[in-house]
Each structure stands twice: as structure tokens, then as C-alpha cells.
């Protein structure tokens, strides 16, 4: 039995031929369990609390390390940007028009969390209606960069083959190709240009050719650019 209860022992005790003995009973006294220590009570909380703790520690990290979290008030509002960007877009792919748009505001302020929001959603509202290409202006300001990460991602997308010693002019007349075919098979590819004021300095090669080809009537582009100068 626990020593937490009264611990009740009898014992029938005869002596040997003598029946007329009286019966003895024996009953042990009632032992109650020693308190725990302060130090043990002190032990046990932070072993209860740890779960509570490390659940809360989860839910917050995921809610401030989440963008949609963050975001989530965007989508619920029609005069918001990222509305007014996922309108415009969406509308591009679904009408199969070409369109440009530009993002301008200081670092920080959330233009990247409102075009990713946006491009996801696309993704699956259209899954295989949409291509993105994304590019940075420091790290393909160069037009030949550019052209060529262009074409590697084109490939990658459509799982071709890409032929790292192309020139500069093959890759521009490959991703020309490329926007007339996706745009027959109803496809849209968006471009973005992180950046973009970078890729407006020079020649300005590679926005003459995004440009020129999306007056094709057969291509289907659309060009985003990210820009934190405002002048």
C-alpha cells in the first residue's frame, strides 16, 4: 500500500493448543507522506511551463517571420497595393495583354512582400499560365548578365537545354523566340527587375529588347520593376 494512506495490518496470533487463547490483533499506526521539498516544487513549474512556453515561442516567430501573416490586411481591402497590383497583373494574364508597372518606395517599406503575395496567389489561381524571371540590377546591370540569366531561367523553366557559351545575341533572339512561343500556348512571363534603376543606366540594351518584343501581338510579358529611387 502507498504511505500516502493509513496502512491498516491485522494478525490473527493463537498460541499452539490452546484454543481458548484470545485472538491478538496487531495494527500498524497510520503513516503519512513527507511533504515535498521547496527545491522539488521549485523543479517542477519550470518543467510544467516549458511546453506552454516553447508553443508560445513557435506561434510567435511563425507570425512575425511569415509574410502573409504580416500582410494578411492587404487582401482585404480593394484601394490597398497590393489590389491594385494583383488587379492589374491578373488582368494582363487573363486578357493575354502585355503591361508594365513600377514600384517605387524606400527600402523596407514592403514592395517585395506585396509583389511576392501577389505572384503567389497568381500562381494558383493560373498554374500553368505563369513564368517569372527575376533579375537584379546588382548583379545583371550587365546587358550580356542579363540576357544570359534570362536564358539560363527560360531553360529551366521549360526544361531546355542551356548552352553557357552563347553569345549575347543568341540569348536576346532566344528569349524573343521564347516570349512569341509561351505567348501561343497562352502563357504569360513576368519579368522582375529588382533594381530597375540600375538596369536604366548605359545602353539600356536589355529594357530595348524586353520592350520591343512585348509589341508583338503573339508575346504575352509582363515587366515589373522594384526601385527604391524616387527621382
Given at each position: 500500500p502507498s504511505p500516502a494512506h493509513t496502512a491498516a495490518l491485522s494478525l490473527a496470533w493463537r498460541l499452539p493448543g490452546c484454543p481458548s487463547s484470545p485472538s491478538v490483533a496487531l495494527q500498524a499506526l497510520p503513516v503519512a507522506a513527507p511533504p515535498p521539498s521547496s527545491s522539488a516544487a521549485r523543479q517542477l513549474t519550470p518543467m510544467a511551463a516549458a511546453p506552454v512556453a516553447s508553443q508560445a515561442?513557435?506561434?510567435?516567430?511563425?507570425?512575425?517571420?511569415?509574410?502573409?501573416?504580416?500582410?494578411?490586411?492587404?487582401?482585404?481591402?480593394?484601394?490597398t497595393n497590393y489590389s491594385k497590383l494583383k488587379y492589374l497583373v491578373s488582368s494582363s494574364v487573363s486578357e493575354a495583354c502585355n503591361n508594365s508597372?513600377?514600384?517605387?518606395?524606400?527600402?523596407g517599406c514592403g514592395?517585395?512582400?506585396?509583389?511576392?503575395?501577389?505572384?503567389?496567389?497568381?500562381?494558383?489561381?493560373?498554374?500553368?499560365?505563369?513564368?517569372?524571371?527575376?533579375?537584379?540590377g546588382m548583379l545583371h546591370s550587365d546587358d550580356n548578365c542579363a540576357t544570359k540569366e534570362i536564358a539560363r531561367q527560360l531553360c529551366l523553366e521549360h526544361q531546355l537545354s542551356f548552352s553557357k557559351m552563347a553569345s549575347s545575341d543568341d540569348n536576346t533572339e532566344f528569349m524573343i523566340d521564347m516570349l512569341r512561343e509561351c505567348g501561343l500556348a497562352h502563357k504569360t512571363?513576368?519579368?522582375?527587375?529588382?533594381?530597375?534603376?540600375?538596369?536604366?543606366q548605359g545602353k539600356q540594351r536589355l529594357l530595348y529588347s524586353l520592350l520591343d518584343a512585348m509589341q508583338s501581338l503573339t508575346s504575352q510579358a509582363v515587366v515589373i520593376g522594384l526601385s527604391c529611387r524616387l527621382v
Open positions: 515561442q513557435a506561434v510567435l516567430r511563425g507570425r512575425l517571420c511569415d509574410p502573409a501573416f504580416v500582410h494578411s490586411r492587404l487582401r482585404s481591402s480593394p484601394d508597372v513600377l514600384l517605387l518606395g524606400p527600402r514592395k517585395g512582400a506585396v509583389l511576392d503575395m501577389v505572384l503567389e496567389d497568381l500562381k494558383e489561381e493560373h498554374p500553368d499560365a505563369i513564368s517569372v524571371i527575376r533579375l537584379n512571363v513576368i519579368f522582375v527587375l529588382e533594381e530597375f534603376d540600375l538596369f536604366a
